[in-house]
């Protein structure tokens, strides 16, 4: 059985600003989609001029309500990852399947990984591009929820940095 240590995190103000790192390229793209909505929509538009076509202004507003409900998620992510790390314990996970999925350009793979708290299995899903069966990672996971964990070798090195047992 592995052994779980307790994760500390320093500082809570330098991890939540390593996790949400990238968001000014997300409030700059929103902010492209309302100056877009308000050009589309103006009686006279300046740069988006579609000739009135309907079908077209309301595929611009579906990609920007999924453009919106990505940035729902991907909060919802970044939030999830911060509540792990600060009330979190490490341990050793293996990856116990894996499956590649190719595109034209790249492939990744999908990896589970399998790991023991309290003599109870749980699991985690994570792209990894070179892990194979049996390859053994560090899991950090929610002290009082175990199945909510993730991976440690994914995260990023920033936030890997402020990270200690």
Known sequence: MAKIKKVFIEDEKKLRKAVHRDNYIYIILLLICV??????????PRWITLGGSTSVKIVIIAFQILFIISLFFWYKKKKKIIAILLNGEKTKGKITDSVSLRSNSSHINIC???YIVNDKEYTVSSKDKYGDKG??????????????SIVYEHL???VQQLISY
């Open 35 to 44: 100056v877009i909505n308000i050009d589309m929509f103006s009686p006279s």
């Open 112 to 114: 589970v990984f399998t």
């Open 156 to 158: 990023k090195n920033n």
């Open 135 to 148: 390859d053994k990672y560090t899991i950090i996971f929610e002290t009082n929820n175990p199945e909510n």
